[in-house]
């Protein structure tokens, strides 16, 4: 089984920084892509930023110049450092994974809980 834990939502005065993190545990056997989707109320999931094949990054135009991901390989976790926030930056931000879980197969998606991030204005 696998698992995506993300941590380090929150409220937030615009302006300000948040910095999110997401491990994954349990039985991976490579990471083809790790990153970030937002949801806000009403709205479709989005992509945030992602990590997909080698060291390519992917960042949504709008947070481009302000959220910066990163990742430690070797604790399978990622991170996504979030400045100049913005009201519009509201929403649930999910972590997501495309792994596969052995040398066999067993590639999928996999998605973490969510965690909240609210900027106020």
């Known amino acids: 089984q696998v698992q995506l834990v993300e941590s380090g939502g929150g409220l937030v005065q615009a302006g300000g920084s948040l910095r999110l993190s997401c491990a994954a545990s349990?039985?991976?056997?490579?990471?083809?892509?790790m990153g970030w989707y937002r949801q806000a109320p009403g709205k479709q999931r989005e992509l945030v930023a992602i990590f997909t094949s080698g060291d390519s990054t992917n960042y949504a135009d709008s947070v481009k110049g302000r959220f910066t991901i990163s990742r430690d390989n070797a604790k399978n976790t990622v991170y996504l450092q979030m400045a100049s926030l913005k009201p519009e930056d509201t929403a649930v931000y999910y972590c997501y994974a495309d792994l596969r879980r052995s040398i066999w197969g067993g590639r999928g998606d996999y998605w973490g809980q969510g965690t909240q991030v609210t900027v106020s204005s």
């Open positions: 349990g039985s991976i056997y490579s990471i083809n892509a």
